[in-house]
């Protein structure tokens, strides 16, 4: 397939990671493997809604005990979507920018990515602070009261933030923490939970199985620009005059 050269394209991509670019859950994988059974208490605290998310992470993640090395010897084994690294290298050789928004761990995220030679992607996500004595912690950014997520990473501000710039956002994603800010961009590629989302709320989206399937939609995007970024126009219109005012 040939393609033209697209010097400044006019949309920007943002992906979920844990699930969308990573095989499986990358925190839950890391609970599983090195904490207290006992985290597992306290997640369903959290589904009982008798905890929030931020404390249900920060309690999580303090039970994890292992060293940094030990940490990154593990993390150098987790797996992602081969097709990603393919869709990044497309995605720099067209001048399209790509970052992650995950409501996962920062540190986790970049480990892994570099680990597959990917270290120049923006990660936006909650930041894990190593302690003394093999112990961890978490800390948060601010979320914006505009959005309804739980997740503690705002992916509503992060795309607010982006949609600055005039570019129109395209977003990938599985799973509840893209819930929220898929109302507000202007294309989802969407499997999972997410698909299942885009389709009773009537988002303008495409499924997909894996990152093969995003650069197909991005190659379309590229040629028929017009064709897919239709619906819902006044409502986004609407969110992102609220933000900047
Ligand atoms: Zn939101």
Known sequence: ???????????????????????????????????????QDIEADWVKGK???AECMRRQVELVKISKRQLDNWLSFIQIDVQFINF????QKLNIEISIASDGIDYLIKKILAHYGLNSIQVSANQLIFKEKNKMTLAFSEKLNLCDSK????????????????????????????????KRIDLVLAKANLLAYCKQHELPHYAIDDFSDV????????????SVIEKNVDQKKQFFKSLNS
């Open 215 to 226: 650069m197909m939609r991005v190659k379309q995007l590229i040629r028929q620009p017009e």
């Open 151 to 182: 997740s503690m990473v705002c992916k509503c501000s992060i795309a607010a933030a982006h949609k600055k710039s005039g570019k129109k956002i395209v977003y990938v994603g599985d799973g509840h923490s893209d819930y929220c800010v898929s």
């Open 51 to 53: 905890i929030g998310t």
């Open 1 to 39: 397939m040939k393609i033209k050269s697209f010097k400044d394209p006019d949309f920007k991509v943002i992906c979920d990671f844990d699930g969308t670019i990573s095989k499986n859950d990358t925190f839950d994988q890391l609970l599983e493997r090195f904490a207290d059974p006992i985290w």
């Open 88 to 91: 990044v290298k497309f995605c």
